[in-house]
């Protein structure tokens, strides 16, 4: 194993525990210069906001410069994974089946390392994709990495995850006051 995948375990090791009890699961944590980089979900998959991701980079601080993760010449960026989320861990596949993804192999499959697919399935660690052309089928360890694709299919999934919020009768009062003038 080398430096760069130990420090991102320990990131892994030391974050996950911490946030997975605020209700949230790091998709993935890794240096981009002098810039740690966070990308995180909500366990419940509403999107996280804004405010979240600040509060998480506040709690988150001290215990990383505690653990020499990251010091004062260390910058941190905490962002939701996005729509077009990296696919990290074979969950990530199995809640995505049905969806488009960009995935690289390690090994070439059918002669290609690169494809752009829909997730197909998902059984043990094998994973099927299907593209235009052909499908294909790959052991998760050889994906070197894989990110979703926007489709309007995957905007409509997200946006049927955000609950809808209901409001008491009482808050669309139509009348106004003086102030209103």
């Given at each position: 194993m080398n430096q760069i995948n130990e420090?991102?375990?320990?990131?892994?090791?030391?974050?996950?525990?911490?946030?997975?009890?605020?209700?949230y699961r790091l998709v993935l944590g890794n240096f981009r210069g002098d810039t740690l980089q966070l990308l995180l979900e909500?366990?419940?998959?509403?999107?996280?906001?804004?405010?979240?991701?600040?509060?998480?980079?506040?709690?988150?601080?001290?215990?990383?410069?505690?653990?020499?993760?990251?010091?004062?010449?260390?910058?941190?960026?905490?962002?939701?994974?996005?729509?077009d989320r990296p696919l990290v861990v074979l969950e990530d596949f199995e809640k995505f089946i049905g969806h488009k993804a960009?995935?690289?192999?390690?090994?070439?499959?059918?002669?290609?390392?690169?494809i752009t697919g829909v997730i197909i399935s998902v059984e043990d660690d094998g994973l099927t994709f299907e593209t235009r052309k052909e499908s294909f089928t790959t052991d998760f360890?050889?994906?070197?990495?894989?990110?979703?694709?926007?489709?309007?299919?995957l905007i409509a999934f997200q946006r049927s995850l955000?609950?809808?919020?209901?409001?008491?009768?009482?808050?669309?009062?139509?009348?106004?006051?003086?102030?209103?003038?």
């Open positions: 420090k991102n375990d320990k990131i892994r090791d030391l974050i996950s525990p911490i946030i997975e009890e605020d209700g909500r366990i419940d998959n509403v999107p996280i906001t804004l405010d979240e991701c600040v509060q998480i980079a506040r709690e988150l601080s001290p215990i990383l410069d505690e653990n020499n993760i990251c010091s004062n010449s260390c910058g941190m960026e905490v962002s939701s994974a996005g729509i960009r995935v690289d192999f390690l090994e070439p499959v059918n002669k290609k390392r690169k360890y050889n994906i070197k990495s894989a990110k979703l694709v926007i489709t309007d299919e955000i609950p809808v919020v209901e409001l008491p009768d009482d808050s669309l009062d139509d009348s106004c006051d003086d102030s209103c003038e």
